[in-house]
């Protein structure tokens, strides 16, 4: 759903999320519905101060 999502490989493990929550599990239903595109910025603004 997400560009920035999909391009940026947030964890080693992605796959193994990818295999082991089941398609209807309620955080996924969260995280189609959500727009967590905020953390992105804070993360950029965090990561420039360090």
């Known amino acids: 759903m997400f560009r920035k ?4 490989q947030l964890s080693p493990y992605t796959e193994l999320y990818n295999l082991i929550i089941p398609k209807d599990n309620m955080l ?11 953390v992105y910025e804070e993360l950029k603004a965090r990561r ?3």
């Open 48 to 50: 420039a101060t360090v």
């Open 5 to 8: 999502q999909q391009s940026m």
């Open 28 to 38: 996924r239903q969260i995280n189609e519905l959500v727009d967590f595109s905020f």
